[in-house]
């Protein structure tokens, strides 16, 4: 009895590589920001190693890679194992160009960037697996959202390849995720109309995936994705930060974002609109900004309960 190819490659030796950047890196803080949850079945941080496993368009990955004395060391296993790691330097924030952007105008961001130089801004080129990801996490809360993700996928997804620390799952094919039963979804926690949007952009999944990534900026990225049903502007904005990098996409419409982005410039709340005034000095930039605040601006204490989740899956 032969083989598949597909077994074949997920039995085949992994592949390593070393990624030498030119500039200072923190690859672990770099890539971390994409996991969704503590017990996302997608990442893993073990120790210094970060684990992750993703569905490369030539098939099933997982990559483990830490930091070694300024050098990024890898080892990728499954039959996306070369995809994997030809993307790294990507990963790890090679084509995050910050050419232009200052902030020694605003000594708390200055502080902040000075902490945080070996963190660079990550892009995976897996557009609809970010964009799925957003979606899932429309207006819930983190804990429903990221709860959402890991049903689906371990249920959905394909288990990961090599010596993971615990299973480890990629996320569906686009084919998969728009299989996915009702009741299922249901199960999950997911609201319908987060599902229906989900099913609706995997009819169009790798054609929208390929005019995303083949687009020349963020306006032409959101009117692609914004074309398809329930899809908005916070969640073009996600897509465009978790799969490409982008460093001025700004994901408007977010519950929290703009309270905080207003309170650590200004100490006062803004909304959307005040948002984007303070930001507007660093257009082009604007996301390098908010990731600064995200990481250590000063916060605003909380004055009520947190918002309630709302269970709909025994109505």
């Known amino acids: 009895m032969t083989m598949t190819a597909d077994a074949e490659a997920h039995q085949a030796p992994p592949l390593s590589t070393v990624y030498r950047p030119g500039h200072?890196?923190?690859p672990v803080r770099?890539?971390?920001v994409l996991m969704r949850g503590p017990k996302d079945p997608t990442m893993l941080v073990d120790g210094a190693t970060l684990w992750r496993a993703s569905r490369t368009p030539d098939g099933v990955a997982?990559?483990?890679?830490r930091s070694v004395s300024g050098e990024?060391?890898?080892t990728a296993w499954g039959p996306g194992a070369g995809w994997a790691l030809?993307?790294?330097p990507a990963l790890c924030g090679a084509e995050?160009?910050?050419t232009g952007f200052d902030v020694t105008a605003v000594p708390m961001l200055a502080e902040i960037a000075r902490r945080t130089s070996g963190t660079r801004l990550t892009r995976t080129d897996l557009v609809f697996d970010a964009l799925a990801s957003a979606v899932i996490e429309q207006k819930v809360t983190s804990f429903q959202a990221f709860g959402a993700w890991r049903v689906l996928v371990s249920r959905f997804g394909d288990p990961a390849p090599g010596p993971t620390p615990?299973?480890?799952f990629a996320p569906p094919t686009i084919d998969g995720w728009r299989g996915i039963p009702s009741w299922a979804w249901h199960r999950s926690g997911l609201e319908p109309p987060q599902s229906r949007a989900?099913?609706?952009?995997?009819?169009?999944g790798q054609r929208i995936a390929d005019a995303v990534l083949a687009a020349p900026d963020g306006a032409d990225r959101d009117r692609i994705l914004t074309s398809l049903s329930g899809i908005g502007a916070w969640t073009a904005s996600e897509t465009r930060i978790r799969a490409l990098g982008d460093p001025d996409a700004v994901s408007v419409g977010d519950y929290h974002l703009a309270h905080e982005v207003g309170y650590a410039l200004t100490g006062s709340r803004v909304d959307d609109h005040g948002m984007l005034e303070l930001l507007a000095p660093w257009a082009g930039h604007r996301q390098r900004v908010i990731r600064l605040i995200l990481a250590g601006g000063p916060r605003e204490p909380r004055r009520g309960p947190r918002l309630a989740p709302q269970d709909h899956r025994r109505h």
């Open 24 to 26: 200072p890196l923190d």
């Open 30 to 32: 770099t890539v971390r």
């Open 62 to 65: 997982t990559l483990a890679l």
């Open 72 to 74: 990024v060391h890898a």
């Open 86 to 88: 030809e993307q790294l």
């Open 96 to 98: 995050d160009d910050a």
């Open 166 to 168: 615990r299973p480890m």
């Open 198 to 204: 989900i099913v609706a952009a995997a009819a169009r």
